[in-house]
Nanobody
């Protein structure tokens, strides 16, 4: 079993930046990929970015490419999502999740954190 705890959310103005953290504990040796998803109120959970635990290969949603950076520190069992140039459409609860494959569908991921809220408004 793997447990994930997100942090780093907050309220920012358009154009601002945040760095989200996801600390993973438990059977981390079973992890293959860690992903970030965003869920806006009343909407589906959307893929944002993912990273392979071994090797560090990354995958981004088109909306995140060029603005967001996903990274990890294996020794700290932590994955970060650096978000720059935030706009109101980025508002939502951000969840990290682990899964055996690095894919965009939420059904590909087995373990989920509780989420951290990001609000972008003027």
């Amino acid at each position: 079993q793997v447990q994930l705890v997100e942090s780093g959310g907050g309220v920012v103005q358009p154009g601002g930046s945040l760095r989200l953290s996801c600390v993973v504990t438990g059977r981390t040796y079973e992890m293959a990929s860690v992903a970030w998803f965003r869920q806006a109120p009343g909407k589906e959970r959307d893929f944002v970015a993912a990273i392979r635990w071994i090797g560090g290969r990354t995958l981004y949603a088109d909306s995140a490419k060029d603005r967001f950076t996903i990274s990890r520190d294996n020794a700290k069992n932590t994955v970060w999502l650096r978000m720059n140039g935030l706009n109101p459409e980025d508002t939502g609860a951000y969840y990290c999740a682990t899964g055996p494959y690095m894919r965009r569908g939420q059904n590909e991921y087995d373990n989920w954190g509780q989420g951290t809220q990001v609000t972008v408004w003027v």
